[in-house]
């Protein structure tokens, strides 16, 4: 479910018109629901709420401000995965213990700043790191909490760029390599091995996976268990998948009620990383036709907005629906044959819709659908091109949360020598 409909022929974010907002802040244009993000974090909540699990949403997904503190007001802690992540967490005065932190490269600096502001846990996710965390709480002489991220060695079905529970990928460590550390734990002076996390990939329907993973996970708690180790939390990680085109995804309450009995058995507080289920469908980007390319063998929609906008289609060959926001446009550009909708940079991997068929004339917006989640936050200056503006829609009213870049943002920081 999501608050961008149609009423009559015009797209609405829950009760602003698209058109008006793409005239008012210009294309092209991020539109956030508020509501929706709220809505889609309370089914989380609601569909596990017998376990109380800490969730935490993964910042990387939708970084914008703005959305991030509507989550953390809600009581929502953050799954981070870099020094500018954990800058975010602090401008939206996220609780120090409601953040957990991931990724296979930290570097010192991030390792330090986190540990001075006191996060949750470390996701650790090598050996080198965990000696690095412990030399480094050494010198900080302190003791820092962390997990271990599994490698469950499962495979969802899911773009390949996007599985990260599977054997070939550089993310975590196998059940034996857990096993030792755990063993070996003492030699870990300045740390306390309190959790156990996977994240097994992205944008998955199903909850298979998820429960080959958690069995997995339960087995290796079990065995510690034997060995008089206790730990304290089991982050299941994210991935919810969401609906693109024709997926029919598990809804929150279904994963949870698959996922609930196994998850009681482990018995450790659960954390949970959401980040698509989230904003997925709570955002479009709004963009403006510049021209209608007709060719012997191919019909163009050129857009104003492209992969440095939105890569998701370049990089995964991800579709998004794409709609007009006004439907009664003239039909100027008759549909005898399906359109390629593409943006304006040098590069033939540059589209947002392949063999679409639209019927839209110069000038008309169109508006691609569910760019709420690795959207924006993917986005870039290639080509030299200023980074879209971003709209909250919030309690009936548009806010620009982060306004359009400047050229002169575009060589911020630049010189010439
Ligand atoms: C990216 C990421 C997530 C969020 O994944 P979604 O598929 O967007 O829910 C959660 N945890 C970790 C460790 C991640 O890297």
Do not use: W
Not at 106 to 124: H, N, P, Q, W
Not at 287 to 315: A, E, H
Request: charged share 25%.
């Amino acid at each position: 479910m999501h608050d961008f409909c149609f009423r009559k022929n015009s797209l609405y974010c829950e009760d602003l018109p698209v058109a008006s907002l793409a005239k008012r802040f210009g294309t092209p244009l991020f539109v956030y629901s508020s509501k929706t993000i709220i809505d889609h974090y309370s089914k989380i909540k609601a569909a596990f709420k017998k376990l109380d699990p800490l969730i935490c949403y993964s910042a990387k997904v939708n970084s914008n401000l703005s959305v991030m503190k509507l989550l953390v007001a809600r009581g929502a802690g953050l799954d981070i995965v870099s020094g500018g992540e954990l800058y975010r967490a602090r401008l939206v005065n996220c609780p120090a213990k409601k953040i957990v932190y991931a990724s296979v490269g930290k570097t010192d600096r991030e390792i330090k700043e986190a540990i001075s502001y006191g996060i949750l846990m470390f996701t650790v996710e090598s050996l080198p790191e965990l000696a690095r965390i412990n030399a480094l709480a050494k010198k900080l002489r302190t003791k820092v909490d962390i997990g271990l991220r599994f490698n469950p060695e499962v495979k969802p079905k899911t773009h390949s760029y996007i599985v990260t529970g599977a054997k070939e990928t550089k993310f975590g460590m196998d059940a034996d390599t857990l096993k030792n550390i755990f063993l070996r734990r003492r030699s870990y002076s300045h740390l306390n091995i309190v959790g156990i996390h996977i994240h097994v990939g992205s944008q998955i329907t199903e909850s298979k996976p998820y429960l080959a993973a958690i069995k997995k996970v339960k087995i290796l708690v079990q065995q510690l268990s034997r060995e008089g180790i206790s730990l304290k939390f089991f982050d299941i990680g994210g991935g919810l998948g969401i609906i693109y085109d024709k997926e029919k995804p598990q809804t929150a309450k279904t994963f949870a009620e698959k996922v609930l009995p196994l998850l009681k058995e482990i018995s450790l507080k659960v954390i949970l990383e959401p980040g698509r289920f989230i904003v997925g469908n709570a955002g479009i980007l709004v963009t403006k036709v510049l021209y209608l390319k007709d060719t012997s063998r191919k019909k163009f929609i050129i857009v104003d907005s492209g992969m440095n906008d939105l890569i998701r289609p370049s990089l995964y060959g991800a579709y998004h629906k794409i709609v007009p926001v006004n439907k009664n446009s003239n039909f100027e550009f008759r549909n005898s044959k399906l359109a390629d909708v593409v943006g304006p940079i040098c590069e033939s991997g540059d589209f947002l819709g392949k063999d679409r068929d639209l019927n839209v004339k110069e000038g008309d917006f169109l508006a691609v659908m569910a760019a709420g989640a690795y959207s924006f936050s993917m986005s870039s200056n290639y080509n030299s091109r200023p980074r879209a503006a971003e709209v909250l829609v919030k309690n009936g009213k548009a806010y620009l949360v982060r306004r359009r870049e400047s050229y002169t943002d575009l060589v911020k920081g630049e010189s010439i020598r």
